[in-house]
Structure formats: structure tokens, C-alpha cells
């Protein structure tokens, strides 16, 4: 395939959107930036994409739609598997949260780019982008969730989106790059040894979701006082 192709045209601006939006963010990264690194013109875009905000959403598409098919497929296995009794916690957070992580550690395939961009938008959120990826996980998240829900029965719903939204933040930030390590660290420490990370992560990610309840969650809902008749 010659790089006049439109399949390959459209691939290498892509790949330069992946990585200006990863190093600059969505809004400080412009069009003339993208098509200069693809080596493209302007026309384009405008013919594969049409405008900035339908590139994000192709952008977005080509990698999450793959991560959240394997995610599903994973749990979908597991819960065969279990034939309808509640799934360990740990299988749960294995098949959602090792997938992101093997894509975080494909640097020649792109997926480590990828994995940092996710993390930087998750921290720097368009409204956009928000609603965009609030639709793309929605099925996904939702599945998780309730797995979640059926596998821990003592903690209450609330608690566990709570907790889950804390796990997605961990993970986000162990695998977009962030280097808040040389901060705490004496000396450097390996951030690229994928199988280590994973299970830093997975004990850390574990050890939060099986925490003590918080005194807000453990105390009683209090019921409304019924009026009296007047």
C-alpha cells in the first residue's frame, strides 16, 4: 500500500492527532499542527473527518471500542464461567483494568500514547469529550458496576461508584506517564516493567475496594418524619 492511499492517509493523521493531543492537550493543538506532522494538507481532514471534534471522536473510537470488546469479553466469559454465582472482586478488576494496562505497555502499536492521552483527558475534561466518552463506556461501565454490585453485597451501591471512580483515577494516572514518582522516589525507579505495575496496581486498586466503610457510609439512612393529620 503506497502513503497516497486514503486508508494510510487517514491512519497517519490519526497518529499525529494521538500524539499533539497527548503532548498539547485538545484545545491548544490545532488543525495546521496535525496535518503538518501527517504530512497532509488541510483538505484532508476536512475529507476523512470533516472537523476537529469528528477527528477526537474517530480518534477516541479506533482504540476504545477494541478495549471496552475485550473488557466485555472477558467478563462475559467469567460469569459463564460462575453460571450465575457472584464473581470474586478480583476477576472483576482483572478483566477491566488488565486490558488497559497491556494496551499501556504497546509502544510500537500506539496504545501507550493512547493510554496517556486517555489519562490526560481525564484530568482535562471538554465538555466534549466528557459526553463523547461518557457514551462510549456507558455500556461497559455499566456491566462492571454491577458486577461489582452483585460481588459485594455488604457495601453499599453509593460506596461502590464511589470507589470505582477512584479506581479509574488510580489507574489513569499509574499508566498516562505522569512522573509524580520522581517526587516521592530516592533514587529512579522502573516505571516500564509492565508486569510489576500491574501488580502494584491491582493490590493497590484491591486494598480500596475491600476498605472499612467510611462513617458516612455506615450511618442509617434517616426516613423522612410523617406529617401529622392536621
Same mark, same amino acid.
Given at each position: 500500500?503506497?502513503d497516497?492511499?486514503?486508508? #494510510?492517509?487517514?491512519?497517519?493523521i490519526?497518529?499525529?492527532a494521538?500524539?499533539?493531543?497527548?503532548? !498539547?492537550?485538545?484545545?491548544?493543538?490545532?488543525?495546521? $499542527?496535525?496535518? &503538518? $506532522?501527517? $504530512? *497532509?494538507? =488541510?483538505?484532508? *481532514?476536512?475529507? !476523512?473527518?470533516?472537523?476537529?471534534e469528528s477527528?477526537?471522536?474517530? =480518534?477516541?473510537?479506533?482504540? =476504545?471500542?477494541?478495549l471496552?470488546?475485550?473488557? =466485555?469479553?472477558?467478563l #462475559?466469559?467469567?460469569?459463564a464461567?460462575? +453460571? &450465575?454465582?457472584?464473581?470474586?472482586?478480583?476477576l472483576?478488576?482483572? %478483566?477491566?483494568?488488565? *486490558? %488497559?494496562?497491556?494496551?499501556?505497555?504497546?509502544?510500537?502499536g500506539?496504545?501507550?500514547?493512547f @493510554? /496517556?492521552?486517555?489519562g /490526560?483527558?481525564y484530568?482535562?475534561?471538554?465538555e466534549f *469529550?466528557?459526553n463523547f466518552?461518557?457514551?462510549?463506556?456507558?455500556?461497559a461501565?455499566s456491566r462492571?458496576?454491577?458486577?461489582?454490585? /452483585?460481588?459485594?453485597?455488604?457495601?453499599?451501591?453509593?460506596?461502590?461508584?464511589?470507589?470505582? !471512580?477512584? @479506581?479509574? &483515577?488510580? @489507574?489513569?494516572?499509574a499508566?498516562?506517564? +505522569?512522573?509524580a514518582?520522581?517526587i516521592?522516589?530516592? %533514587?529512579?525507579? #522502573? $516505571? #516500564?516493567?509492565?508486569e510489576a505495575l500491574?501488580?502494584r496496581?491491582?493490590?493497590?486498586l484491591? &486494598?480500596?475496594?475491600r476498605?472499612?466503610l467510611? %462513617?458516612a457510609?455506615? /450511618?442509617?439512612?434517616?426516613?423522612?418524619?410523617?406529617?401529622?393529620?392536621?
Amino acid at each position: 500500500m503506497s502513503d497516497t492511499e486514503p486508508s #494510510d492517509t487517514r491512519r497517519r493523521i490519526l497518529d499525529a492527532a494521538e500524539a499533539l493531543f497527548t503532548a !498539547h492537550g485538545f484545545e491548544a493543538t490545532t488543525l495546521r $499542527q496535525i496535518t &503538518g $506532522q501527517a $504530512q *497532509v494538507n =488541510l483538505a484532508a *481532514v476536512n475529507y !476523512h473527518f470533516g472537523s476537529k471534534e469528528s477527528l477526537i471522536q474517530e =480518534l477516541f473510537r479506533r482504540r =476504545l471500542t477494541w478495549l471496552n470488546e475485550k473488557r =466485555l469479553e472477558a467478563l #462475559d466469559r467469567l460469569e459463564a464461567e460462575a +453460571a &450465575g454465582a457472584p464473581l470474586k472482586p478480583s476477576l472483576i478488576l482483572d %478483566a477491566f483494568f488488565g *486490558v %488497559a494496562v497491556k494496551m499501556a505497555a504497546d509502544r510500537e502499536g500506539g496504545g501507550r500514547t493512547f @493510554m /496517556r492521552l486517555l489519562g /490526560r483527558t481525564y484530568t482535562e475534561p471538554s465538555e466534549f *469529550v466528557r459526553n463523547f466518552l461518557a457514551a462510549e463506556y456507558s455500556e461497559a461501565i455499566s456491566r462492571f458496576k454491577a458486577a461489582l454490585v /452483585r460481588s459485594l453485597p455488604d457495601v453499599p451501591r453509593e460506596e461502590i461508584l464511589w470507589r470505582f !471512580h477512584f @479506581m479509574l &483515577g488510580a @489507574m489513569s494516572y499509574a499508566i498516562s506517564g +505522569a512522573d509524580a514518582l520522581s517526587i516521592v522516589a530516592e %533514587a529512579p525507579l #522502573d $516505571q #516500564d516493567d509492565t508486569e510489576a505495575l500491574y501488580s502494584r496496581l491491582m493490590s493497590f486498586l484491591l &486494598g480500596g475496594l475491600r476498605a472499612p466503610l467510611p %462513617a458516612a457510609a455506615r /450511618r442509617p439512612v434517616k426516613k423522612p418524619r410523617a406529617k401529622r393529620a392536621a
